[in-house]
């Protein structure tokens, strides 16, 4: 962990325990964020990214109707230093989620996304259709300077199951941390006026 970096284990499980979700500003030192960011801009002006897709395996298909992000998976052995000191940070925070909740958590999958200007992904869950692998997603945002006229927030309905009522708005700023319930939790970015730029990722269980 940098030193300048705060353990923020104790607020993700109190947000996960209370309500589901939890929202941190600063989640990695300025100068983690700025690194992890810059590994992700030089793998996307390389051609590293792929479309999105929606589904999985012999199921996905590219669909820029619901969403026009790009990926690029991370893989432990060949992710970048700045990538590989955010997943060990992640590996701690799965230690602590099991530690406290008990949800039998044992990986993390997850990747680069890039949104082009342009870009948005419809509401959807983190889950694919007849599975329940995926049950706490992290998002962690690598975007320096961005303001509101940028848009690309992120609107996650903190209400269970519900595509209304009441909804948390972040703004994709570096550094900033959201983890909530994969199938709980409603959630779409809007349309980014400006290249946006996250990781993207999932705790999983084994056999679900």
Do not use: C
């Not at 590994?39 to 996905?60: D, L, N, P, T, Y």
């Not at 948005?120 to 992290?138: I, N, Q, S, W």
């Not at 690309?152 to 983890?179: D, F, H, N, Y």
């Amino acid at each position: 962990m940098s030193p300048t970096a705060i353990d923020s284990s104790p607020a993700v499980v109190e947000g996960l325990q209370a309500r589901g979700w939890v929202r941190l500003d600063g989640f990695l030192s300025e100068t983690d964020a700025r690194e992890l960011s810059a590994e992700s801009v030089e793998a996307w002006e390389s051609g590293e990214f792929r479309k999105a897709g929606v589904g999985r395996g012999e199921q996905r298909v590219i669909r820029e109707d619901i969403r026009r992000d790009h990926v690029l998976w991370l893989e432990p052995g060949t992710a970048g230093p700045a990538a590989q000191r955010y997943l060990a940070k992640l590996e701690e925070l799965r230690s602590a989620i099991n530690r406290s909740l008990f949800l039998g958590l044992f990986d993390f999958e997850g990747h680069f996304a890039v949104y082009p200007p342009g870009a948005f992904y419809k509401a959807h869950l983190d889950r694919h259709r007849g599975t329940a692998d995926r049950v706490v997603t992290a998002i962690l945002y690598l975007n320096d300077g961005w303001v509101p006229a940028d848009g690309g927030r992120l609107k996650l309905w903190t209400e269970p199951g519900s595509q209304e009522g009441p909804a948390e708005w972040v703004e994709p700023k570096l550094g900033t941390l959201v983890v909530f319930l994969a199938g709980d939790h409603w959630h779409e970015v809007e349309m980014a006026s400006r290249t946006r730029m996250s990781v993207t990722g999932w705790f999983r269980v084994r056999g679900a």
